[in-house]
DNA sequence: TTGCCTGCAAACCTTTTGCAAAGAT
DNA sequence: ATCTTTGCAAAAGGTTTGCAGGCAA
């Protein structure tokens, strides 16, 4: 997704029916503009987010959660993780994790479906969905 | 999996060089019996381990886990989660879950592993593994 | 003004660790 | 006899909550 701008998070936040506050406008906009799914520790990380308290930067994620702006994302660490929600645009898609470095990363095309349903049909079952995560190396850990 | 017995389950114990205790034995059996998933939840839920202190389940996880006899699983919980290792789950499988009735059923044909390593280069990832859960609705519940 | 949001501190929950006693090889 | 595992209690790390004051609508 493009990088946007304080006037676009905020609209964004008004038409999820949450309030405009600085701390809030900062966490959605980290969510927007990032490639991966976001931990509480990638928040500490940056100083941007020193003024703010934890308590309040994991209320304004619930916040968010709550408004369906962000999703959990299923992890094998002992953080919470969170991603932008799909929208009507976006496209179903599932993670990569690193088994060395534990770097998380989407994956766009999902092409999967049509065998999947095959798979439950066999099985007497009508598929309705599926998680899926898959493991492996990362470009630079495979080195 | 097909159920083991004491017998069998200390002798895999031995084959990996781990110690063979009642907890121990008993942690690797739940894995072993299992069809899904086990959290320190699941096993604190069972009676069998009301005998052992809660650090004791979770230094004999943490010992199967580097003997390779079970891995961790990503999980959206607060909880960790674990499985039994696929070597000795020597038939690589999957589960469909009814939305409805909640049953579960093993998936034998996983076809799909060539399609998620393509997936997995695109993204510049070497696909180690992958899990893979199904819902759905079962021959039952879908008339 | 009204009610939501924030910082602070304390509580909570899962998981880890130190230590001495009990158990396995 | 030696080295591992256990129970207990305490600590650690991530997350949640209560409360009083501050800010958005």
């Not at 966490?27 to 990638?42: A, G, M, Q, R, T």
């Not at 309040?56 to 702006?69: C, D, F, P, Q, V």
């Not at 932008?84 to 898609?93: E, I, M, Q, R, S």
């Not at 479906?113 to 009508?126: I, P, R, V």
């Amino acid at each position: 997704m493009a990088i946007k701008n304080s006037e676009e998070i905020k609209a964004i936040l008004k038409e999820y029916g949450l309030r405009i506050t600085k701390a809030r406008e900062q966490v959605l906009s980290e969510y927007i503009n990032s490639k991966k799914p976001l931990s509480i520790f990638d928040f500490k990380k940056k100083k941007v987010f020193s003024t703010w308290d934890e308590s309040s930067i994991y209320r304004n994620i619930t916040k968010l959660e709550e408004a369906g702006l962000i999703q959990s994302v299923p992890s094998s660490k002992d953080m919470k993780l969170y991603e932008l929600a799909p929208k009507k645009d976006h496209h179903h898609h599932h993670h990569i994790i690193c088994t060395q470095c534990e770097a998380v990363q989407c994956l766009h095309d999902c092409s999967i479906d049509g065998q999947l349903s095959k798979m439950a049909k066999k099985a007497g079952f009508t598929m309705q969905g599926h998680t899926l995560e898959l493991t492996g190396l990362c470009a630079k850990c495979s080195k």
